[in-house]
């Protein structure tokens, strides 16, 4: 089993910036990437960001290119999403996932989740 537990979350305006963290514990598998996925109310879990194990590759949506970096660090088991240039409509509780698959083909229901942490960007 995996935990995940997310941290960072909160209110900001736009054009701010945030840092979320996700904190990884329990038997992890060396092929393991980790991403991040965000919902909002009605709407689809939907894909954001995600990179692999060693963290030399990663993929984003187009919506959160230039403005959002994903990083990982390995001996400590954790993921960062570095969003900048926040918009009302990145507004979503987002979560943190771990999964076997390509960090091209996440799903948005397989691998490990943590709880989600919200992320509100208004004026």
């Known amino acids: 089993q995996v935990q995940l537990v997310e941290s960072g979350g909160g209110l900001v305006q736009p054009g701010g910036s945030l840092r979320l963290s996700c904190a990884a514990s329990g038997r992890m598998f060396r092929s393991a990437n980790m991403g991040w996925f965000r919902q909002v109310p009605g709407k689809d879990r939907e894909f954001v960001a995600a990179?692999?194990?060693?963290?030399?590759?990663?993929y984003y949506v187009d919506y959160v290119k230039g403005r959002f970096t994903i990083s990982r660090d390995s001996a400590r088991n954790t993921v960062s999403l570095q969003m900048n240039s926040l918009k009302p409509e990145d507004t979503a509780v987002y979560y943190c996932?771990?999964?076997?698959?390509?960090?091209?083909?996440?799903?948005?229901?397989?691998?490990?989740w943590g709880q989600g942490t919200q992320v509100t960007v208004s004026s």
């Open positions: 996932t771990v999964q076997g698959a390509s960090i091209f083909t996440m799903s948005k229901t397989g691998g490990y």
């Open positions: 990179t692999t194990w060693s963290g030399d590759a990663s």
